[in-house]
């Protein structure tokens, strides 16, 4: 099993919690996201850093850079 970084670790947690205010939104209409940080510039901010730690998942699966036990 590979071992994650403190950044990999970080990058799951806010994909993990993106996709589950995907879901709300899908199910019931509810964002997550909106409802705490309200409307504005903070809530792009929110969504540049979910896909800014996609993209960083995403580099460390295809490169299969992780740090070794």
């Known amino acids: 099993m590979k071992k994650l970084s ?6 799951q947690i806010i994909v993990v919690v993106a996709g589950i ?12 996201v909106t409802k705490i940080f309200g409307t504005g510039d903070i ?3 929110v969504y540049i850093v979910v896909g800014a730690a996609a993209i960083i998942l ?5 490169t299969g850079k992780t740090k070794k036990a």
Do not use: Y
């Open 6 to 11: 403190l950044l990999g670790w970080i990058c």
């Open 21 to 32: 205010d995907w879901g709300l939104i899908a199910l019931f209409k509810f964002d997550l």
């Open 43 to 45: 809530v792009r901010i």
């Open 58 to 62: 995403l580099i460390d699966l295809l």
